[in-house]
Every structure is written in structure tokens, then in C-alpha cells.
């Protein structure tokens, strides 16, 4: 899997932009400011049909502009596939493959394996259990379309039955009996997403484990914990212990939207107690775990976007991963960085065939 072609029309700061990549290593590099990370984000957006850095879809149009279209095109298992995204306003956005139009965007998920490793990734560890769960549905959900199905159905199920528990509040009402519909479908749908967000987590832990090993030279211990009331109960039993604490708080206190992952360093959380080079090479391995995971399952290697990292890593941590690069663990890689000269030299020693877009 790689990209051949990427073309931009109006998206965040580029007018109208094309490029032709080579299937191995591609570099932006510039000032900060110019466009790089915009690029990067292009490509995640063809591969998720949104963006990594800003969920607000409007926001990806270009200053004064009314759209943008990104347009790429894909070879995977010697077919070409072309992926475009486009947005106008006052409309829905668009999705489509080879000329298709996706009824579903979800339909797409899975078909552009990719992986990114940003600075921003730091809300893995700093933000709440909200952003810790979307990387973890995400990772599933590429390889697992019943599990991504289970889990837009659950979502959808939860938004009612907390729309109906602020309808008794305002309503000074309550009807156990319908509410009980709802903690019935709630419970159906959550029993496989909590197994199999278990055995996922009990094959990734491992993988993860090794590669911080190898990013830090093995110094300290690190590990994943999975928390979910899901272990105490089944989710129709706590739905039914939590009937007069969701009627005061008017939604649903208790499921797997609440499940969430400890990221510990030496058995405490690497929040609090990790130094800032050990949550970056926490971060990196859990990206680099979920690289190989997705290749172990698909069969293919996701192509691979680097934000910005050798800006923020010590040589040490950037020398192990470009070992890595040397052993052809990685397919098609983008690297954005501000210094033109560090680039070529890192890619270089990989002996790969490379590209540097100087913007």
C-alpha cells in the first residue's frame, strides 16, 4: 500500500497543490507554519475521511474559500485505488472511492491502513479516558468491521436513553419499563465490544512492550492496564444498580463509553510519575505497536506518517527507529521536519529511496 498522487484544492492553507510520491520515504520540510503538518493531515484525512488535528470539518476549508477537495491516488496489491474527500459549505462532505460516492463513511475504515505519530499524541496521556477510548476503537475498528457497527449502534442506543432520562427530569416522570428496552439493547451491544476490546489489549500489550524495550533501551518496565465495569458485573446488572443515580444525573453513569486504559511506568501512572523523554517513547511505542498490529491482521503495511518527531526526540530514540527503517519493518513513509539538512542525512542512512518537498 502507498500513496502515488496527492492533489489539494483549498484545504487549510494551500490554494492548489500536487505532488507524486515515491513508494518509500517522502519529507516536508520548511519553516514552522508553512504547511507541513496540513500536508500529513491530508493524507489521514483521505485514509479516515477526516482530519487528525481538527474534527470541526469547516475548519479544513481555506480562508475565504467555500470547499476543499483532497484527491489521492492509492496503489494497493498492484490496483489503483483513488480516494477523494471534499467539503462545501452549507453541505455534507463528500467521501468517495473510484468515483463512488460512500453512503456510509464507515464502510471506508480499514481500506487505507495508516498510522500517525504527532506531538499532539500527548493527549493519549494528558487528556481523559475519552481520547485514550477513540485510540483504541480506532485501532479495532480498522481491522473489525462488526466491531466499528456494534460500536456506532451502542453510541446511538446511549444518546437515547439519555436524551429520554432528561426527558423524565424535565418532565417530573419516569418509566422504568422503557427505559429497561434501552439497557437491554445497551447490554446486547456491549458484551462483544468490551471482549473484544480484551483480547485485542491482551495481544497489543505485548507488542507494545517490546518496542518501548527497544526505544529506550529496556531501562524501565511499562505497562497497559484495561479498566471497565464490565469486570465487576454484566452491563444489564449495573444498569439496573445505577436506575436512581442515572435519574439524577439525567445519562447513563455506568458502560463501556466509560471504559478507559492506565499507562503505567514501574506499576504508576506515567502521567504523574513519568519524565517527558519517557512519555514520548511511551507514545512512539504505542504507535509503532499499533503499526505492526494492524500489519499482523491486514496483511499489509500501513503507510506511516512521522509529525514532526525528530524535532522532539533525543539522537539516541531517533537512531533506534531509523534501525528499524533499515530492516524494512516500515512500507511508505511521510516525515515532516523544519531542518532540511537533518532530514536527508536521517534518510540517508536508511539507504531507501526518498523524496524531500522543500514548501
Do not use: W
Not at 445497551?186 to 462483544?192: E, G, I, T
Not at 507514545?283 to 505492526?292: C, G, M, N
Request: net charge positive.
Amino acid at each position: 500500500m502507498f500513496l502515488k498522487k496527492l492533489s489539494l484544492l483549498n484545504y487549510k492553507n494551500f490554494d492548489e497543490a500536487n505532488f507524486e510520491f515515491d513508494s518509500k520515504i517522502n519529507c516536508f520540510v520548511g519553516k514552522n507554519g508553512i504547511g507541513k503538518t496540513n500536508l500529513l493531515d491530508a493524507i489521514y484525512h483521505l485514509a479516515n475521511g477526516k482530519s487528525y488535528f481538527n474534527p470541526l470539518a469547516l475548519q479544513n476549508i481555506k480562508h475565504t474559500k467555500d470547499f476543499f477537495v483532497i484527491d489521492g491516488i492509492f496503489e494497493k496489491q498492484k490496483r489503483t485505488e483513488q480516494i477523494l474527500c471534499s467539503l462545501k459549505k452549507g453541505q455534507k462532505k463528500v467521501l468517495k472511492r473510484n468515483g463512488k460516492v460512500y453512503e456510509k463513511f464507515s464502510d471506508h475504515i480499514g481500506l487505507i491502513p495508516l498510522v500517525i505519530i504527532s506531538p499532539s499524541d500527548s493527549n493519549l496521556i494528558v487528556e481523559g479516558s475519552d481520547t485514550r477510548r477513540k485510540f483504541l476503537d480506532s485501532v479495532i475498528s480498522q481491522l473489525d468491521k462488526d466491531y466499528l457497527q456494534k460500536l456506532i449502534q451502542y453510541q446511538k442506543t446511549l444518546a437515547q436513553r439519555n436524551a429520554l432520562l432528561k426527558y423524565f427530569a424535565l418532565n417530573h416522570t419516569f418509566d422504568k419499563e422503557t427505559l429497561e428496552i434501552y439497557n437491554q439493547q445497551l447490554a446486547q451491544l456491549a458484551k462483544p465490544i468490551f471482549e473484544k476490546r480484551k483480547v485485542f489489549l491482551e495481544n497489543f500489550v505485548p507488542i507494545f512492550e517490546n518496542y518501548y524495550h527497544a526505544i529506550s533501551n529496556g531501562v524501565e518496565k511499562v505497562s497497559i492496564t484495561y479498566q471497565s465495569s464490565l469486570f465487576e458485573a454484566d452491563l444489564l446488572t449495573l444498569l439496573e444498580q445505577n436506575y436512581n443515580k442515572d435519574k439524577a444525573l439525567q445519562y447513563t453513569s455506568t458502560g463501556i463509553h466509560r471504559d478507559d486504559l492506565d499507562f503505567l511506568i514501574e506499576g504508576y501512572s506515567i502521567k504523574k510519575f513519568g519524565s517527558q523523554g519517557q512519555q514520548k517513547s511511551f507514545l512512539i511505542a504505542l504507535k509503532l505497536a499499533q503499526f505492526q498490529f494492524v500489519q499482523s491482521q491486514s496483511g499489509e503495511k500501513p503507510i506511516l506518517l512521522f509529525d514532526d518527531i525528530f524535532d522532539k526526540l533525543d539522537e539516541y530514540r531517533v537512531s533506534q527507529i531509523i534501525k528499524m527503517v533499515n530492516q524494512e519493518e516500515f512500507g511508505q513513509l511521510f516525515i515532516s521536519d523544519t531542518h532540511a539538512e537533518r532530514t536527508e542525512s536521517i534518510v540517508k542512512s536508511t539507504h531507501q529511496s526518498y523524496k524531500i518537498f522543500n514548501l
